[in-house]
């Protein structure tokens, strides 16, 4: 099965609305047509940023595609500082990151929250990449692959394969996360090759050869080819690396 790869920038807490139009501009700027034949090349931004990273992908026809962060679990009413499908869906975000390591270390996302983000991205075509990975006390446990599956079951519970053919898997072993230790091309084949397995014994293996698993953890230009090498990485969630336009250019371009 060809899976068209997937380099997403995670924003996280940074670049505001005017910031991103920069950015983004940016960006537009140093790619060439011929990096998205190759290539899916995704920004995941703040709320705030949406509109103006939606002004400039639709108005100058950019190949670029965007999404949130986060996404709220109920469709609309009285949840204050909530964003949801509905909203994100009207500015044509295409994607929503959920169950980002930092939202369940600093916001109390649990699985049930996870699964019922998932459920609410699916209600209104928005495609979520769904964030798994050990923290690092597991990881010396030897336990990672365990409790990344575990992660990976409880928040696809009760969504049809019609729902997760397209679902981007993102393993993001958190001691890898905006520490500069990126987990070997190894470690990370070891673990989305376990997801795509997992996968298979959920979905079946036609489902499971689309599905794209990404790696993220301070992927940098220097580390992604050869975490791209490996059979079962199909992409990935880059962090520190995305705010600085030349070098998430340069991670596209694994390749060269
Ligand atoms: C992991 C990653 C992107 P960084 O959180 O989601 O961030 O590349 O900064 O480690």
Redesign the pocket.
Known sequence: TERLPLMAG?WKMNLDHLEAIQHTQKLAFSLADKDYEAVEVAVLVPFTDLRSVQTLVDGDKLKLKYGSQDISRHDGGAYTGEISGPMLAKLKAAYAVIG???RRQYHGENEEIVNAKVKAAYRHGITPILCIGEPLEVRKAGTHVAHTLAQLDGALDGVPASDAESVVVAY?PVW???TGEVATPEDAQEVCGAIRARLAELYGPELAGKVRVLY????KSSSAAGLMAKPDVDGA?????SLDAEEFVKIVRYRE
Do not use: Q
């Open positions: 995670n980002h390591s930092e993001e890898a996360i905006g993220g953890g301070s992927v969630l880059i962090g520190g690396a």
